[in-house]
Structures are given as structure tokens and as C-alpha cells.
């Protein structure tokens, strides 16, 4: 969500279009509703949630940010 607001602050219009070229690859088990790589289970990162802190950390890391985003 903070990136979601972070881009609306910004009039940024954000795309969530995904086009795919070339080959795919096989990235990991897929069982009809998820898909999860190797290294999403050797770090126990398997759900949603658990990703939330890791993009948050990212995008202030990014913007040279503090944990506090100043």
C-alpha cells in the first residue's frame, strides 16, 4: 500500500500490465494456485505477507530512507 500511495503523492501512474517475451522457464512448484521458487522456501518467504517488509525495506533502501521513511 505505501508504494500504491508513495505514487499517487507523486502522480505517478503505476502499470500492472506483464508481457512476457521469449522462452518461459520452469520457476519453481506450481500447484494450481501458487507458485513458489527454491528460494522463497529456503527463506520461508511462501505467502504474500511475508514479502510485505522485505519490498517496504527495499523501496525506502532505494530512496535512501530511514526505517521511520524520512
Same mark, same amino acid.
Given at each position: 500500500?505505501?508504494?500504491?500511495?508513495?505514487?499517487?503523492?507523486?502522480?505517478?501512474?503505476?502499470?500492472? &500490465?506483464? $508481457?512476457?517475451?521469449?522462452? #518461459?522457464?520452469?520457476?519453481?512448484? @506450481?500447484? *494450481?494456485?501458487?507458485?513458489?521458487? &527454491?528460494? $522463497?522456501?529456503?527463506?520461508? #518467504?511462501?505467502?504474500?505477507?511475508? @514479502?510485505? *517488509?522485505?519490498?517496504?525495506?527495499? &523501496?525506502?533502501?532505494?530512496?535512501?530512507?530511514?526505517?521511520?521513511?524520512?
Amino acid at each position: 500500500m505505501a508504494n500504491i500511495k508513495v505514487a499517487s503523492k507523486n502522480k505517478v501512474q503505476l502499470d500492472w &500490465r506483464e $508481457e512476457v517475451a521469449g522462452q #518461459l522457464e520452469d520457476r519453481g512448484i @506450481f500447484d *494450481g494456485s501458487h507458485m513458489i521458487t &527454491r528460494i $522463497e522456501i529456503e527463506h520461508k #518467504l511462501m505467502q504474500p505477507v511475508q @514479502f510485505y *517488509g522485505l519490498m517496504e525495506q527495499a &523501496r525506502r533502501g532505494e530512496k535512501d530512507l530511514d526505517a521511520d521513511g524520512r
